[in-house]
């Protein structure tokens, strides 16, 4: 029986081996998308263009101007005129974000109330628009302190601000942690679903029927093979990361690929499900983006797992990207607890056996 | 007559391929005749009929379709013939009048000409009744009728038919010919090509294609004229006729032998006397008969001969003496939904036997095989392989059998060594036994220059050889043969019946499915599967016996296919 399916392993590594497309979507590939998605999801926002309405003429006004003039992220400013003058300097894209200074600004400083600067910001950029957002208030809150300071007064309440884990608010060290749970599963998914789906369509699946392999040493046979691509894909990616992301790995590798083999193990049961169930290659890959393009949309990757309703969240904990997602970024970020470490890993090894289970089940059903 | 198409020094290379699929090809079409394009697979037919088409451009050479250039004046060329390819493109989600509809838009056929002419393809391919029917659910016979339909809804000058009759029954085969006739009665010219060589005996002149060659281009009856006096039939012969055709295969003045049901057929070489019946061991009362020349023989003659060595296997181990029922079929029955793919099937298959299912397409020839060597379950009924069941100790009974496909299915990225290497240590042979049986292998099917070629890339009579190789590594006790020679060169079609044969002889156990029928001569018991039902049981000889009538005294094995079908269907009829 070992002989059989250490026979249909090497069967399984020297077809991917030798085939060029095999080797390029499996291998080379994922280290590329972990690449450019990594640049392209880059939260920095620079070179914007800052439309000034300054109706007030007053010293404060001017200084606090200057400060928004100096900041690195606005390249260009513009100076209107007019009230009317915003409305189509938005529509047309002429500027993000005009800042608007009523005309008794200075007045009110200096006779100690609070004055107010309007901030309008293009909405159709949200993302643009929400960072500038959070630069403005940084700056505001800058000229507030220095105001404070030069009056000897100061502030009731001060805030200060310090990012845990990401000190420098570094967009790819939280991008790249879950950008590898997904492209991993990526991987796992395509070499394990075609997998039985291509023997099928090509008739070879007869021949391994008719010979003395049990339906359960095919797909030992098969998930091995499955496991140990992806674990060298996930390897270069790991490696790329550090080399050209300088995303550090700050926790336990040796935690990170053991969860990596039970996710991909999860990860395979599924695919091999699918692969089941498709007479062809194509209706494989269409069972596959069937289940994966929403399993990565509930998985926490792009938008937070506790803001989703509840039933949602349930759907989300039976997806091993969700569990893994958090692994990933605990791993990376941060020396992980274990308790938080391994509550994530039971969830995904019942996924595996129930995942494989089926496969198998379906497999011997599909057969007969 | 006049030329139609003239062709000029036709040659083809493709990348990547070392030979050329056509060198230096001259011939002429004459206009209102069915032209047969004869050759195994890979010799070139296909590509001969894209280049006349205009779907490939021509390396060295001239093409002229009635005065026009196919590639240069694709319009013209393409307004003249028609052209219904290997797999016709026909849409199987859409029903036979969607398809019609569909090709009659795409010639631009509108109207009420549109009506007749739909009226008439209906009635001459005889689809009238089914044109609600999906493409998809039709038979293959029906299929390719249908196919020619649609390639024939602007009615063309040339017609050109790559291998119609793949996958084709006897009975549409027939049909299909009938209705091919009647076009060049119609003044249209017809390209016909075929691996079936029966088929170009009966057109009115005939392209012999062979590795890219044009070996014959000539009226069938002249080629058969070649080995005119050449052809005898060794009648009666006792003992065991596989022995007596492995004698003479091997005998000087032989060129090519063959199995015909219980006789052995010859074709001598050129001044050649017959050998004495005595030293090929056919026994006192063989009879030596001279019959008349067939295509093939003629065939084999200018390829230079069958295949004539010694197989390997011949002398090997005898296989296991404890079984004397090699295969046993106990009223297997399959139901597919409410449909009854194969009904009550029983027969037992002595060890030693060549046992042959045959049957047209979807008639439940390949559920029977499928149950008997444990791909499918059977609804009821059970199969048992060396005494052994398939449902209780599936892989043991697996073990003991070998199994060949139809279509190539070995792994086309691996190279042969390690094919050959897998199959080993998918069936349990390890160390010393695993070096000495791949090494065996090697030798025996002359594999040696192709060991790290990828198996895909191989030459077809080397994937033949290669899943052989696979399928009798481990020495099984029953050989499953699914249409194993269809397509394949007459010769290596021999080669590979010489390795049968000299398997059977040591013990081992064969089933065949063919509908090719020249295949099913080999056996030496075959049941005809109808509708799912096993209609008939017995020798070859028996069979063509019970299809036997006055005016057909001497049935071929095809015409007694046809006849006993028609007999089961008229006493089914309601």
Known sequence: MWQRIYALIVKELLASARDPQTRWVVLFSPPFLLLIYAFAITQEVSDVTLAVYNQDHGNASVELISRFEGAEVFDQIIHLRAGADIAPTIDARRATLVMRVGEDFSRRLERGESAEVQLILDGRRSNTAQILLGYSSRIVETYNQERLDRLRATAPVRLVQRTWFNPNLEPLWSAVPALFAVLVAVVGFMVSALSIARERELGTFEQLLVSPLRPFEILIGKSVPALLIALTSASAMLVLGMLFLNVPIRGSLALLFFGMVVYLAAIIGIGLFISSLAKTQQQAIIGLFMYMVPAVLISGYATPVENMPDWLQGLAAATPITHFIVISKAVYLREAPLWLYFSHIWPMALIAAASLLAATWLFRRRTG | MVALVTIEGLTKRFPKQAEPALRSVSTQIRSGHIVGLVGPDGSGKTTFLRLIAGLLRADEGGIDVGGFDPVANAKEVRARIAYMPQRFGLYEDLSVEENLNL???????????????????????????????????????????????????VTPELLLLDEPSVGVDPISRRELWRMVSRLTDEGITVVWATAYLDEAEKCETVLVLSEGDLIFD??????????????????????????????????????????????????????????????????????????????????????????????????????????????????????????????????????????????????????????????????????????????????????????????????????????????????????????????????????????????????????????????????PDVLFLDEPTSGVDPRTRREFWAHINAMVTNGVTVIVTTHFLDEAEYCDRAALIYRGQMIALGTPAELKAQAASSTLPNPTFEDAFIALVEENEAVNAP
């Not at chain 2, 094919?419 to 080993?424: E, I, T």
Request: with cysteine; glycine share 12%; proline share 3%.
């Open chain 2, 103 to 153: 090709y009659a838009d795409l010639r631009g056929l509108v109207g009420s000409a549109r009506k007749a002419t739909f009226e008439r393809l209906l009635d001459f391919t005889g689809l009238a009744p089914f044109t609600g029917r999906l493409a998809g659910a039709l038979s293959g016979g029906m299929k390719q009728k249908l196919g020619l339909a649609c390639a024939l809804v």
């Open chain 2, 218 to 475: 000539g009226r069938p009856a002249d080629l058969a004229a070649r080995v005119e006096g050449r052809v005898f039939m060794i009648e009666g012969i006792e003992g065991d006729r596989r022995y007596v055709l492995n004698k003479a295969r091997q005998h000087e003045a032989v060129m090519d032998g063959t199995i015909q049901a219980s006789d052995v057929r010859l074709l001598l070489n050129e001044n050649a006397h017959a050998p004495s019946l005595a030293s090929i061991g056919a026994g006192d009362e063989a009879r030596l008969q001279p019959v008349a020349p067939r295509f093939e023989d003629a065939f084999i003659d200018l390829i230079g001969g069958g295949f004539r060595a010694e197989s390997p296997f011949a002398g090997g181990s005898e296989r296991s003496h404890d079984i004397a029922i090699a295969v046993e079929a106990r009223g297997l029955t399959r139901m597919f939904g409410s449909f009854t793919a194969a009904s009550e099937i029983s027969f037992d298959v002595r060890r030693g036997e060549v046992f042959g299912l045959i049957g047209p397409n979807g008639a439940g020839k390949s559920t029977t095989f499928k149950m008997l060597s444990g791909l499918l379950k059977p609804t009821s009924g059970e199969a048992r392989i060396a005494g052994v069941d398939l449902r209780t100790a599936a892989s043991e009974a697996r073990a003991r059998l070998g199994y060949m496909a139809q279509k190539f299915s070995l792994y086309g990225d691996l190279s042969t060594l390690q094919n050959l290497r897998f199959f080993a240590r998918v069936y349990g042979l390890t160390g010393v036994r695993q070096r000495t049986m791949i090494a065996r292998m090697i030798e025996s099917f002359a594999l040696t220059d192709k060991l790290d070629e990828n198996s895909g890339q191989l030459p077809l009579g080397f994937k033949q050889r290669l899943s052989l190789a696979c399928a009798v590594m481990h020495e």
